[in-house]
Structures are given as C-alpha cells and as structure tokens.
C-alpha cells in the first residue's frame, strides 16, 4: 500500500513553474565526442551556460556530460529490468558522467551489466529493501521533531537521516525496530521549507496577493492546464495570469503528503511544450523519462531564473512546518522563495516541479521536486510534448513506483500479480499500473478486482506493444492485475501504485 495521504491545505502559498526545451537524444557510440556532436545537435538554449557556472565545468565538459548522459540512459533502463529484484540502484560516476554504475545484490550479474557497458556493484541490500525501510523510518520518525529529511542513498546502499539531534533520531530509530545497519544518521542543520512568496510577481497569481509560476503544459482530454506544486492552492482556488486576466481553476491539490497539483485554464491560454531557459529563450519538452541518479538537472523559477545541478537521490521525505511531503527527489540545485512549483528537466525530459528546499542561489543550496510521473498518473493527464499529440500519462521505462514485481513470460502465457495474489485497498483512491518489456512483443496489461464470486476486469490496456499503462480510480476492494503475453517471449517489470 502506498504511504501517501491525500490532505489538502487551507494555505495558499506562492509557487513557481518553469519550462524546458530539450533536444532529441543523441548519438549511441560509446566514444564521447563533443565536437561531433554538436555537428549532429545543439543542447537546449542556456542549458551549457547554466551547466558550467553551477557545476564549474568547461564548455567542453558540460557538452560531453549531456552526450553521456543520453548514450548511458536506456543501459540503464534495460539493465535494471534484467535484474528485477536484485537491482540495488544506479547512478552517474564522474564531472563529465563517464561512468554507468549498476548495483546488484548478486555478484553473477556483473558479466552481464559489464557487457552492457555499466559498471557492476555488489550490495547487500535491493532498491526495494531501500525503499521499504524509508517506509519504516517515515513512520517511526512521523512525530518526531528531529530527523526531517529521510532519502535512500543507492551509492552508499542505506537509508539515510539528516538530523539536527542524532542521539535522539537514533533512539527513536531503535525504539520502533528498524534495521540500525540499514540506516544511517548524519548531522546536519538543514530545514526545508516550501519555498513560497506572498509577494506579488508574475507569472500567475492565486487569489490577491500570492506568487506562481506554471510547471509544464498537460491535457486532460480535451481540457489544457498546467501542474504545479500543491502547496500553490487547494482544489478551487482560481488564478489570473500575468496580465491579471482569468487564468483557470485548481482541478486538484495535494499538500502534505505530496506536493502537487494541476490547473484547468480557460480558452484564451494556449499552454506549449515549453520551458522559460531565463535567457530570453525556451526549452522544448520531449518526454518524461526519469533521469539516472548522478545526471544533471536544470530548474527554473520566476525568483531565481535559471539554475542547474546534479540529481542526489530518490524516494526521499521532507518533514515541513505543514507536514511530512514523500517520494520526492533530492538535488543540488539551488532555489528561493518564489520557485515553488517550478520545472524541473534533464535535458530534454521533464522530471518534476519544485516542492522546496533549503539554502539559496548566493551561497548554494538543496532543493527538492515532486517527480511528474504521479502528478500525471494522479490526475489522469498527458504531458504535452514536441511530439504533437502527447503521449498518455509518463513515457519511459516503469520506474519510480512504491512496489515493483518482476518476471518473465513466454508467447500465450499469462500471470497474475502481485506473486500470483491479490492487494487490498482499504481506501478509495487512485490504482497506477506500468508494464514494461522488452521491444518486439506484444504483453497487455488488466486491473481485475473481486466482486464477492469473481475476478471483473475494471481497466485495460492492450496495444500492439510491450509497454502498457493503466489509471483506475476505484472504491476500497480486493485487486489484482493481468498480464498476459499475446505475442513473443521477454522479462517483464510491473509497478504498481495503490491508495
């Protein structure tokens, strides 16, 4: 079950958003060659500049590091879902992220992640292990005044806690039966807040006084609108744009718990696939691929422009004054208040939108964004992209999700998951479903639930792919999915969310 709780907030509070253009990706060859590829491609506008001055990388550098970046992404996506669950995590290694580091519980996996041209890491603990001790964790430390930023740290393979009192996070670690060599607990000052500004500014507002920016463009079938932060408005605030015209309505907002939400505009805004670079130019979005741990990542906001870092680590939890936001992610990059909401994006694909942080863009800072895939997969949107007609929901391997079941499937047969069972859910909510197999076959994908005799199919998706993706808002039941093979023979990963 997911540990997410969907709780709106009275507050309105002053948000950012930002958009990107990115460039298709680039040449596959293993041989990294800066000059040749910017024969091919140009990097999105600003996106060099931006690179250099926040990771002190030459031009050369800074281009180099986004050709790596682009060959060594679907390694890494094919990697990680030949190893199911033995996959222990991944990142970038290196100034110009030269190096594909993959984990694995099991050392007979490092021939085959060598011969993919990964670098392999034997660990004692799977991703999935990781991220069910941060469960632990949030929950031991859900009242607990210290020990507000919890993440997992796939390069250390533990669960880590920044805390202003160590002893104290420890003993309450202990108390609630955590594994202590799972976890460890770090010192540290850091306090994140949402960044927000009541301050008056473009380029939207919600109500009189509070600050916002857009996030990225979506479509809800037919309806345009944009996501943003949650902690922006609650569900039917209204907005007015730049120009203090009618903008459009909050369909949805979450906040804490997540930090999310996404706005219907009105027809005199037509909303593009566009992020604002901060230097008189835009970055075009291609996708929503989620970027590797150790990739580089550029933000922008109405109150700091255009900033880049470097992607930290996943599932991490922030305790705010608000409350306790889940599942976000960690970077370096640098934000204040007034960027709440903003775009993330790494090269061309987006990632999310700015939740909040810590520091400031003079002395440096951390700041963390809510991945676009659940804001999508939430609401039922479609992220609109350079290719025209947007894809439905993420695009990209089935990544991100709270639990992740793996197997292999020859042609005409057909499984049940999870391990052949079922899930409850005891509220009602939201159920995500990502298939992913290998290219060349044809797998489908079916969210059954129990009517007290039976198994009824309540969602399908059954294109003539290896890749399905299913929403299905449904009342407190007994689930299970269907996955069937219609054509071919591969490995499979399915992630799920539940309410």
């Known amino acids: 079950m997911s540990r997410r709780h969907v709780i709106t907030t009275g507050c309105v509070l002053t948000i950012t958003a930002l958009t990107m253009t990115a460039v298709p990706a680039v040449a596959t060859s293993p041989a990294v060659n800066a000059s040749a590829v910017l024969a091919v491609r140009q990097p999105p506008p600003g996106m ?35 190893l199911g669950s033995r996959f222990g995590g991944s990142w970038y290694a290196g100034i110009t992220a030269q190096s594909l580091v993959v984990a694995t519980t099991d050392s007979a996996d490092i021939p085959q992640i060598v011969a993919a041209g990964g670098r392999g890491e034997v660990v004692n603990r799977s991703l999935a292990e990781l991220d069910a001790t941060v469960e632990q964790v949030d929950a031991a430390l859900s009242s607990h005044p210290n020990g507000r930023v919890r993440y997992v740290d796939v390069r250390n393979n533990k669960v880590v806690i920044l805390s202003d009192a160590p002893s104290a996070t420890r003993n309450a670690i202990e108390a609630a039966g955590v594994n202590p060599v799972a976890v460890r607990v770090v010192p540290s000052d850091e306090q994140p807040r949402p960044l927000s500004d009541l301050q008056g500014g473009t380029p939207y507002y919600v109500g009189v006084t509070s600050r916002c920016s857009i996030g990225f463009s979506v479509l809800r079938g037919t309806q345009n609108g944009f996501v943003s932060a949650g902690h922006c408005g609650k569900t039917g605030a209204t907005t007015t744009g730049v120009n203090r015209a009618a903008l459009g309505v909050f369909q949805g907002s979450t906040f804490p718990g997540s930090d999310f939400a996404w706005v219907a505009v009105n027809a005199e805004w037509t909303p593009k696939p566009l992020v604002d670079n901060g230097v008189g130019g835009t970055v075009a979005v291609a996708g929503s691929k989620e970027a590797i741990e150790g990739a580089s990542v550029c933000r922008s906001g109405s109150a700091t422009g255009w900033h880049c870092g470097i992607i930290q680590q996943r599932n991490a939890s922030i305790t705010y004054p608000q409350g306790t936001v889940s599942e976000v992610t960690r970077t370096n990059v640098c934000a204040e208040p007034g960027d709440s909401g903003g775009s993330f994006i790494s090269i061309d694909q987006a990632q999310g939108v700015t939740s909040g942080g810590s520091g400031d863009c003079t002395s440096g800072g951390v700041t963390y964004f809510q991945p676009i895939g659940e804001i999508l997969t939430t609401y039922g949107l479609s992220l609109m992209t350079t290719a025209g007609n947007p894809p439905p929901l993420s695009t990209g391997t089935c990544t991100g999700y709270p639990q992740t079941v793996t197997g292999t499937l020859n042609s005409e047969q057909s499984v049940y998951q999870p391990d052949n069972r079922y899930y409850r859910a005891t509220v009602a909510g939201v159920h995500t479903g990502c298939l992913d197999a290998d290219d060349g076959v044809d797998f489908d994908l079916y969210l059954q639930k129990w009517n007290g005799r039976d198994w009824d199919t309540v969602a399908t998706a059954d294109s003539p792919s290896p890749d399905e993706k299913i929403t299905y808002t449904g009342t407190p039941g007994y689930y299970r999915y269907r996955v069937p093979s219609s054509n071919g023979s591969s490995p499979y990963t399915l992630g799920y969310r539940t309410p």
Do not use: F, I, M
């Not at 250099?52 to 550098?61: C, F, I, P, Y």
């Not at 800074?62 to 990680?80: G, H, I, Y």
């Open 48 to 82: 060099l500049e931006a690179l250099q001055r926040d990771l002190g990388l030459t031009r050369e550098q800074a281009r180099t590091r986004l050709l790596n970046e682009a060959r060594l992404r679907p390694v890494e996506a094919k990697l990680r879902r030949r």
